[in-house]
């Protein structure tokens, strides 16, 4: 503001200047003043804008001054802080110096009186170092021992599944060889009772039927097919023995095994029989015979054996026990095909 006045009173003094003058000066002059007073013109538009480039300048240093002066406080603000903060840091720094020269005195004088102390420690550190030796050495041993057990347990156990395997396997046979003889037990039962029931009539004869091992023994006594000393089947002995083979004849499944028994007593007939074994042997064909004679029964299904007197089942000392051991057994076993082809298979 104040340039802006400085410029204004310079223009009219000039004005003025020039009115005073054009009365006293020639033409010539006068136009030389008004070129001046024009050339000041155009000075003066020209200062005058500069004047508010100068003003526009002048508010711009202001705002910036007065954000240096915000600044400036701002900086001054943080100085104290950090002033501050650097007294105290310096007061922590003076005092941790203080406290580490008084724990490095005390170190000092902690080492100098511990030197059989550290001597001592030494020691037992080496010695730990070399159990810890021992014990790894022992460790490995252990690790080289748990692997091979690992080994020998990885083998096992595969021989395990292995065995596993065939124990299951040989149950499997166990249990099918279990259901044949189950089924075995059941057919021996049921025939037992059916030559219990073809037989009834002929009770109290001397005529004996039993199960064992398997097998039903049907046990003929002398008296109900023989005369003593003879072979020759008498008529209660025949339609004992034709009730028996139309009986067995509807069971094809059952081999027949006729044994023929004699008491201790010695053979004393006449003719082509010589002993106990010959008198044996030929009843028990005599049987067999009898068996198949008006029966269709496949011969390959009967045996004829003689048992002399070898195999008593009562004394021979009482003509009780002579009697009962003079007997025809007529054995009946059902035939175990499938049995023995699971024996053969395994």
Same mark, same amino acid.
């Given at each position: *503001?104040? !340039? =802006? *006045?400085?410029?204004?009173?310079?223009?009219?003094?000039?004005?003025?200047?020039?009115?005073?003058?054009?009365?006293?000066?020639?033409? #010539?002059?006068?136009?030389? !003043?008004?070129? &001046?007073?024009?050339?000041?013109?155009?000075?003066?538009?020209?200062? /005058?804008?500069?004047?508010?480039? /100068?003003?526009?300048?002048?508010?711009?240093?202001?705002?910036?001054?007065?954000? %240096?002066?915000?600044?400036?406080?701002?900086?001054?603000?943080?100085?104290?802080?950090?002033?501050?903060?650097?007294?105290?840091?310096?007061?922590?720094?003076?005092?941790?110096?203080?406290?580490?020269?008084?724990?490095?005195?005390?170190?000092?004088?902690?080492?100098?009186?511990?030197?059989?102390?550290?001597?001592?420690?030494?020691?037992?550190?080496?010695?730990?170092?070399?159990?810890?030796?021992?014990?790894?050495?022992?460790?490995?041993?252990?690790? &080289?021992?748990?692997?091979?057990?690992?080994?020998?347990?990885?083998? +096992?156990?595969?021989?395990?599944?292995?065995?596993?395997?065939? +124990?299951?396997?040989?149950?499997?046979?166990?249990?099918?060889?279990?259901?044949?003889?189950?089924?075995?037990?059941?057919?021996?039962?049921?025939?037992?009772? =059916?030559?219990?029931?073809?037989?009834?009539?002929?009770?109290?004869?001397?005529?004996?039927?039993?199960?064992? $091992?398997?097998?039903?023994?049907?046990? /003929?006594?002398?008296?109900?097919?023989?005369?003593?000393?003879? %072979?020759?089947?008498? &008529?209660?002995?025949?339609?004992?023995?034709?009730?028996?083979?139309?009986?067995?004849? #509807?069971?094809?499944?059952?081999?027949?095994?006729?044994?023929?028994?004699?008491?201790?007593?010695?053979?004393?007939?006449?003719?082509?029989? &010589?002993? $106990?074994?010959?008198?044996?042997?030929?009843?028990?064909?005599?049987?067999?015979?009898?068996?198949?004679?008006?029966?269709?029964?496949?011969?390959?299904?009967? !045996?004829?054996?003689?048992?002399?007197?070898?195999?008593?089942?009562?004394?021979?000392?009482?003509?009780?026990?002579?009697?009962?051991? #003079?007997?025809?057994?007529? !054995?009946?076993?059902?035939?175990?095909?499938?049995?023995?082809?699971?024996?053969? *298979?395994?």
């Amino acid at each position: *503001m104040i !340039i =802006k *006045m400085k410029y204004r009173n310079f223009f009219i003094l000039s004005v003025l200047g020039l009115f005073l003058a054009a009365g006293c000066v020639p033409q #010539r002059k006068y136009q030389d !003043i008004v070129d &001046k007073h024009e050339e000041c013109k155009e000075q003066n538009k020209q200062l /005058m804008v500069e004047n508010e480039e /100068m003003t526009t300048s002048l508010q711009e240093t202001k705002s910036e001054l007065e954000n %240096y002066k915000k600044r400036i406080e701002s900086l001054q603000q943080d100085t104290a802080v950090l002033s501050t903060t650097k007294n105290r840091l310096k007061q922590n720094y003076n005092e941790l110096y203080t406290s580490y020269e008084q724990l490095k005195k005390n170190r000092e004088e902690e080492l100098s009186n511990s030197k059989e102390e550290s001597a001592r420690i030494l020691a037992d550190l080496q010695e730990t170092q070399e159990n810890i030796l021992k014990q790894r050495d022992s460790l490995k041993r252990l690790e &080289k021992r748990l692997k091979e057990k690992e080994e020998n347990l990885e083998e +096992m156990s595969q021989e395990l599944a292995i065995s596993k395997k065939a +124990m299951e396997e040989k149950q499997k046979k166990l249990n099918e060889l279990q259901n044949i003889l189950d089924r075995k037990d059941s057919v021996v039962t049921a025939l037992k009772n =059916k030559v219990n029931s073809a037989l009834r009539g002929f009770e109290g004869e001397g005529l004996t039927i039993e199960e064992r $091992n398997g097998k039903v023994y049907v046990s /003929m006594e002398e008296k109900l097919l023989f005369a003593s000393g003879s %072979y020759n089947i008498s &008529k209660q002995g025949k339609d004992a023995l034709k009730e028996l083979g139309n009986l067995l004849a #509807r069971n094809e499944d059952i081999n027949i095994m006729v044994e023929g028994h004699t008491d201790s007593v010695p053979y004393s007939g006449k003719g082509q029989l &010589k002993d $106990n074994w010959d008198l044996s042997v030929k009843r028990a064909t005599t049987v067999v015979r009898e068996l198949i004679k008006d029966q269709n029964i496949d011969e390959e299904r009967l !045996i004829a054996a003689g048992r002399s007197k070898y195999v008593p089942i009562a004394t021979n000392e009482t003509s009780e026990g002579r009697a009962k051991n #003079r007997r025809t057994e007529i !054995i009946l076993t059902p035939k175990l095909d499938e049995l023995f082809n699971i024996i053969e *298979m395994n």
